[in-house]
C-alpha cells in the first residue's frame, strides 16, 4: 500500500551539506511515524532521526546540530537535510515509515563521504 523511495545519496566531502528525500506513496499526513536510519559497514543499523505522529522529531546525538529532518506532505515527501558531514556518517541511509498500523522501509540510498 506504501512505497518509500530514497534519492540524493551521492558523494560529498567532508565538512560538506547533503540532502536526502524520501518520496512516499501516501500523504505524509497519514503516517504515524516517520524517520531515517543508517547502517555502516560493520556497524548495526541506527536511528538517525524521527518525526513522531505527533510531530516532534529525535536525533542521534551524534547527528543532533548538523542534521535536521522534515517534511513536505504536498509532495509526499520527508527530507533529511544533513550538513558538517563526517567520514564516520558514510552508510546506506533508509527511509522508515509507520503507516496503517504496517511498517514500511526503502530499499536505501548510499552516502559517502571523503575525507
Known amino acids: 500500500q506504501v512505497q518509500l523511495v530514497e534519492s540524493g545519496g551521492g558523494l560529498v566531502q567532508a565538512g560538506g551539506s547533503l540532502r536526502l528525500s524520501c518520496a512516499a506513496s501516501?500523504?505524509?499526513?497519514?503516517?504515524?511515524?516517520m524517520g531515517w536510519y543508517r547502517q555502516a559497514p560493520g556497524k548495526q543499523r541506527e536511528l538517525v532521526a524521527v518525526?513522531?505522529?505527533?510531530?516532534?522529531?529525535n536525533y542521534a546525538d551524534s547527528v543532533k546540530g548538523r542534521f535536521t529532518i522534515s517534511t513536505d506532505n504536498a509532495k509526499f515527501t520527508m527530507y533529511l537535510q544533513m550538513n558538517s558531514l563526517k567520514p564516520d556518517d558514510a552508510a546506506v541511509y533508509y527511509c522508515?515509515?509507520?503507516?496503517?498500523?504496517?511498517?514500511?522501509w526503502g530499499k536505501g540510498t548510499l552516502v559517502t563521504v571523503s575525507s
Open positions: 501516501k500523504s505524509i499526513f497519514t503516517f504515524t511515524r
Open positions: 522508515s515509515a509507520v503507516w496503517g498500523g504496517m511498517n514500511y
Open positions: 518525526v513522531t505522529g505527533g510531530g516532534d522529531t
